[in-house]
T-cell receptor, first 109, second 115 residues
């Protein structure tokens, strides 16, 4: 039931774009995105709810395909500060919450 | 507002012992969730408490338990520690709806090492 993320790892140069995908085998009620830097706690980025509502940072964009149980996080014009591990979190209608496998993102100068 | 605080930050125990971890949520937050983070399994949901009641539970053995007090502070207990319990334990607080629809604010975690 743990959602699967892809890619597992990605290296970008500053200014490049990236897409991180999250896929679940269960019908989803919501998808959450968090970023965790090494040695720090995860930090909230965005929530996407069934029905189209979104809550999150203005500079972060994401999509939620309810029919396919998939979500994608779009990182544009990457900065060094974007480096970290990105986790999606999914909640199904049974109120079960699962974090994804994680995607390590490294931005280099 | 002060963030989520967790105590202690580091803990070393031996197999068979028990341990209690504490989490103080952001003021006004009534939901507290606990997670275990390991390199192999990633972030795994343990349980969530709201108004002193366990509202959701993950797939962990009964050795893992928790409780929440009337001031929303929460404790997590692990009995009969095993080597595999070595992990970073994170708690997260949210306003009330819980992890399904709320933004979660994570504490710095407690690093538990079992020898």
């Amino acid at each position: 039931q743990q959602p699967v993320q892809s890619p597992q790892a990605v290296i970008l140069r500053e200014g490049e774009d990236a897409v991180i995908n999250c896929s679940s085998s269960k019908a989803l009620y919501s998808v959450h995105w968090y970023r965790q830097k090494h040695g720090e706690a995860p930090v909230f980025l965005m929530i996407l709810l069934k029905g189209g509502e979104q809550k999150g940072h203005e500079k972060i964009s994401a999509s939620f395909n309810e029919k396919k149980q998939q979500s994608s996080l779009y990182l544009t014009a990457s900065q060094l500060s974007y480096s970290g591990t990105y986790f999606c979190g999914t909640a199904n209608t049974g109120n079960q919450f699962y974090f994804g496998t994680g995607t390590s993102l490294t931005v280099i100068p | 507002k002060a963030g989520v605080t967790q105590t202690p930050r580091y803990l070393i125990k031996t197999r068979g012992q028990q341990v209690t971890l504490s989490c103080s949520p952001i003021s006004g937050h009534r939901s507290v969730s606990w997670y275990q983070q390991t390199p192999g399994q990633g972030l795994q949901f343990l349980f969530e408490y709201f108004s002193e009641t366990q509202r959701n539970k993950g797939n962990f053995p009964g050795r893992f338990s928790g409780r929440q007090f009337s001031n929303s502070r929460s404790e997590m207990n692990v009995s009969t520690l095993e080597l595999g319990d070595s992990a970073l334990y994170l708690c997260a607080s949210s306003l009330g709806a819980g992890p399904v629809t709320d933004t979660q604010y994570f504490g710095p975690g407690t690093r538990l090492t079992v020898l």
